[in-house]
């Protein structure tokens, strides 16, 4: 699977995502990780999706992924901060929040 392919499938997403058809987006963001578990934006779409359905834990899992594989990922970061606050755990949220904007 190429680049381009997998641009295709997080756009798809991403379209699935707007329209809060979360199932569908879903199933082409795990599509995109099943083909390129390297590829941090896919799992932090992911994430988001998780986050927009209240599965903070699995966002905040697929968001140390993403900043696993790419330490300067502002998005990851912010995004994580926001599965942090969601679970509570508000000190590690301002440290994540402050590293996305670092």
């Known amino acids: 699977m ?3 392919e997998i641009t295709i499938l997080l756009r798809k997403g991403r379209t699935y995502a707007t329209r809060t ?3 569908e987006a879903l199933a082409y963001y795990d599509k995109a990780i099943t ?3 390297n590829h ?6 992911r994430a988001a999706v998780f ?3 209240g599965r903070n834990a699995d966002a905040l899992r697929d968001c140390e992924r993403a900043i ?3 330490q300067n990922y502002a998005d990851a ?10 679970l509570e755990r ?5 440290f994540a929040v402050t590293r996305a904007l670092a």
């Open 2 to 4: 190429n680049v381009q």
């Open 21 to 23: 058809k979360y199932k």
């Open 35 to 37: 083909l390129a578990p």
């Open 40 to 45: 941090p934006e896919a799992w932090y779409l």
């Open 51 to 53: 986050i927009d359905t």
């Open 68 to 70: 696993a594989l790419n």
């Open 77 to 86: 970061w912010s995004k994580k901060g926001h599965a942090l606050y969601n």
């Open 90 to 94: 508000f000190e590690d949220a301002l």
